[in-house]
């Protein structure tokens, strides 16, 4: 595993490329080059994303990049920031996407690609370890809780658990005092399956064929613990995506956990104060808690563009990665970043040190201990029809059609089979 560089105690910087310098005065764009850019971000995040394109046209001439949200199947974009379910499709269609590292070199753009770290999802990378993608969208779950209400129900905003049982009896204060949704979820398979096997050093996957198993004792209590919540009318759940956070916003849900780079857009949706804290552990799980995963969309690009295009693809690449755009990535929309530059001008700024509240917490998080085989990323986790099987047999557990150990051995029957 590279060896990452510290900034500040206890801010790890998670990066997997430096691009080096701008495009060579030689390979100027020499005519108007119109791109595409479609997103699965959603309203306030796209919102974001405009800001930065705009910019970048406005410092690029002869470039101009339209950014709209829908489906990457409509119509032929050039570039796409795609969620897994997406991206798995993409993928399947033979040549469809040109790798970011081939854009680049062909630009005259060095691209020093470094070890991945291990607890980062490895799907925007190929076979040789080339990035093919660009993962501008890196988070993980972490505790977000509506202080006011927390305050109204007699609980200490300065002193939140660690523990998901210590979080039990919050839980149990908050629908006592006449909350119906004390808590909620984004995202509940990344959440409840892949992080919390990750953060409690089990393993997602085994065997040199790298096979899933999510069936083991650790991630059956923890699902056998959040149905007990469910019954209890701690746990709401909205979906299978990040619905659960517009609950959380509007005031509905008093606690929820969410990728950590969901704190802007709520900041921007909610009229309380936000209070944010690691995600939680099951006290007395062996060597817990150990490391959470980093993953979130990624910008890919289609094939078949010509060397003009290509180049402007370069050169909005190269212009994403300066430390100014990686700051303002990081303050607005939340995510991680991507360079050294980065996070050495954020973390350098007192003033963004609440705003990227986080993010900090997000890198401690993932850096907590050194990752190990079994609280590594796997790629298979982006696989086609994975999350959704998962998402499936989960849902079968909250409304008793199965107990815990039962859907859990069938989501492994099905994947391994491949009966998705």
Request: charged share 20%; glycine share 8%; with cysteine.
């Amino acid at each position: 595993m590279h060896a990452f560089p510290r900034f500040s105690p206890g801010f790890l910087l998670l990066s997997f490329a430096v691009l080096v310098g701008p495009l060579p005065v030689a390979q100027a764009i020499e005519s108007a080059v119109e791109l595409q850019l479609v997103h699965e971000l959603g309203a306030d995040k796209g919102e974001q994303l405009s800001k930065l394109v705009e910019r970048f046209n406005a410092t690029n001439k002869g470039i101009h990049i339209t950014v709209s949200e829908k489906s990457w199947e409509e119509g032929k974009p050039d570039l796409m920031i795609l969620g897994s379910e997406s991206e798995g499709k993409l993928l399947a269609r033979r040549n469809s996407v040109k790798p970011i590292s081939e854009i680049m070199a062909s630009a005259g753009q060095s691209v020093r690609t470094l070890t991945v770290p291990r607890m980062m999802s490895p799907a925007s990378l190929d076979s040789k370890g080339r990035s093919i993608a660009l993962p501008i969208g890196l988070g993980t779950p972490v505790m977000y809780a509506n202080k006011q209400g927390l305050v109204q129900a007699g609980i200490d905003p300065d002193k939140l658990p660690k523990t998901w049982q210590d979080w039990q009896d919050v839980m149990g204060k908050l629908r006592q005092y006449g909350y119906t949704c004390p808590y909620t979820t984004s995202e509940p398979v990344s959440t409840f399956i892949e992080n919390v096997s990750a953060w409690h050093n089990q393993p997602y996957v085994s065997g040199k064929k790298e096979e899933i198993s999510i069936n083991g004792l650790m991630q059956v209590k923890h699902l056998a613990f959040m149905n007990s919540w469910v019954r209890g009318q701690y746990l709401h759940l909205f979906g299978q995506g990040n619905e659960a956070e517009s609950q959380f916003a509007r005031g509905n849900c008093l606690t929820l956990t969410a990728p950590s780079s969901a704190l802007p857009t709520l900041r921007r949706q909610a009229q309380f104060d936000i209070l944010v804290s690691p995600f939680p552990y099951h006290d007395g799980a062996y060597g817990s808690p150990q490391n959470t995963l980093a993953d979130g969309p990624s910008m890919w690009v289609a094939a078949g563009r010509n060397p003009a295009e290509y180049k402007a693809v370069a050169r909005f690449v190269s212009f994403w990665l300066t430390p100014e755009s990686q700051v303002e990535w990081q303050v607005n929309a939340g995510y991680l970043p991507l360079n050294p530059a980065g996070l050495l001008v954020a973390t350098d700024s007192r003033l963004l040190e609440e705003q990227l509240l986080a993010n900090r917490i997000a890198v401690e998080e993932l850096t907590h201990k050194p990752v190990t085989n079994a609280s590594a990323a796997s790629a298979l986790s982006h696989a086609p029809g994975v999350r959704r099987v998962l998402g499936e047999e989960m849902d079968a557990i909250w409304a008793d059609r199965k107990p815990p150990k039962q859907a859990l051995d069938d989501a492994v029957t099905r994947i391994r089979s491949g009966r998705m």
